[in-house]
């Protein structure tokens, strides 16, 4: 901002030139690959919670055919149309619904926790650990990574401004982080310390509390968080599309067919 740089692209090339530019486009892409493939898996897993609680098999549920039938329709028919969008304007009301779907599925971990805290935590299989190191670190590690890695939509985001400047994208920024923090920190302690050593890579993913099968709060929020899956990869695809066409036709306009 300092130096009035627009893009990365911008910022790529200033820094250390060409091939800077280029390692930029290879990195962003590898980003993207790596944030589909993680968007198609976790919208077939809340699928199937939903799936599961309507009684189908369990074991259909686990099979590659469920995935292609979940995975293939929804990149079809609407990743890739939400995806031609030209700018990330046409979502702002979907940050809105995001963040109404996030506190709801919040709500339910936090008030839900004390009941599964009471069944769970005297059963000898079910064990608390402030800290567990071993294989399944790098794991955690790059679920933490792709959480926070946000910062493709800075500048895009800022060009959208009706008035950017510095002072407002960093206030867009902190407000972003500590609302991501705020949301991590809480349904990660509400979901590990209902289910503890048993708690599943998504959270609502978990056996319902005796005498609530099947619990209807709970699929309302797997509902509004895959419903959440339609918008957020559009918003990362954006950046990468406007990469691509400042590397290869240099500038920032393309037409509809392109």
Same mark, same amino acid.
């Given at each position: ?25 290879? +990195?962003?892409?590898?980003?993207? #690959? ?19 609680? /309507?009684?189908?098999? %369990?074991?259909?549920?686990?099979? +590659?055919?469920?995935? /292609? ?5 929804? /990149? ?63 794991? /955690?590690? *790059?679920? #933490?990574?792709?959480?926070? #890695? ?5 500048? %895009? ?6 008035? %950017?400047?510095?002072? @407002? ?34 959270? +609502?993913? @978990? ?21 959440? +899956?339609?918008?957020?990869? %559009? ?5 990468? @599309? ?9 500038? #920032? *306009?393309? *037409?509809?067919?392109?």
């Amino acid at each position: 901002m300092k130096h009035n740089l627009p893009n990365l692209d911008s910022i790529a090339m200033k820094a250390g030139g060409k091939c800077t530019q280029r390692v930029l486009v290879v +990195m962003v892409f590898l980003y993207l #690959t790596g944030l589909c493939v993680g968007y198609e898996i976790i919208l077939t897993q809340l699928i199937a919670v939903v799936l599961r609680a /309507a009684g189908v098999d %369990p074991d259909f549920l686990d099979s +590659m055919k469920f995935r /292609a039938y979940v995975g293939i329709p929804a /990149a079809a028919f609407c990743f890739f149309p939400l995806s031609l969008l030209r700018d990330m304007s046409s979502l702002s009301y979907a940050s809105f619904v995001a963040l109404v779907a996030l506190f709801y599925t919040l709500l339910v971990l936090v008030v839900e926790c004390p009941f599964f805290y009471q069944l769970n935590h005297d059963k000898p299989d079910y064990e608390s650990h402030a800290f567990i190191f071993d294989l399944n670190l790098p794991v /955690a590690a *790059s679920i #933490t990574f792709f959480s926070f #890695t946000c910062q493709l939509q800075l500048l %895009p985001i800022f060009s959208e401004l009706v008035k %950017p400047n510095y002072t @407002r994208i960093k206030k867009v920024v902190i407000r972003a982080l500590v609302i991501d923090y705020f949301f991590y920190v809480i349904m990660a302690c509400a979901g590990y310390f209902s289910t503890f050593n048993f708690t599943r890579s998504i959270v +609502m993913d @978990r056996d319902d509390l005796p005498g609530n099968s099947p619990d209807y709060w709970m699929l309302v929020a797997v509902v509004s968080i895959s419903s959440l +899956m339609f918008a957020s990869l %559009p918003v990362n695809y954006n950046p990468w @599309r406007n990469q691509f066409f400042m590397l290869w036709k240099g500038n #920032t *306009s393309f *037409s509809n067919k392109e």
